[in-house]
């Protein structure tokens, strides 16, 4: 069976028209969109405090910064709550998601220590 894959580079995402000629063929099968199998696309973050220390996070997109200083701090042995992550001269703050900052996968973030 030949398979046409064509890519969306604005989402980032594959679209593949033999998949979606199957699900048409047989649509109890096959499930397109969100449903409650979805998984979120995990993301690799790598932070760097410039001491000698880099450490590489997979956490997803969803998750708060909070989170991504929990899983930092769980890797390198400090508080959580004395990390400061930066990028350039943004602060992020702990309540907003990595999404709403456009933290995507493979980017590096600034370590410091309060």
């Known amino acids: 069976m030949y398979v046409l894959c064509i890519y969306n580079d604005f989402f980032s995402r594959r679209i593949c028209w033999g998949v979606l000629a199957a699900a ?17 696309n995990m993301i690799e973050i790598t932070c760097n405090d410039r ?5 590489r996070v ?22 959580w709550d004395k990390i400061v ?18 933290i995507h996968d493979g980017m590096n973030l600034e370590l410091y220590y309060q």
């Open 51 to 55: 001491l000698g220390k880099k450490v």
């Open 58 to 79: 997979k956490c997803n997109s969803s998750d708060t910064v909070k989170d991504l200083k929990k899983l930092i701090a769980a890797q390198t042995g400090t508080q």
């Open 24 to 40: 048409l063929r047989n649509p109890r099968k096959a499930r397109l969109g969100r449903d409650s199998t979805y998984k979120e």
């Open 85 to 102: 992550l930066k990028k350039w001269y943004t602060i992020f703050k702990d309540h907003i998601s990595l999404e709403d900052y456009e």
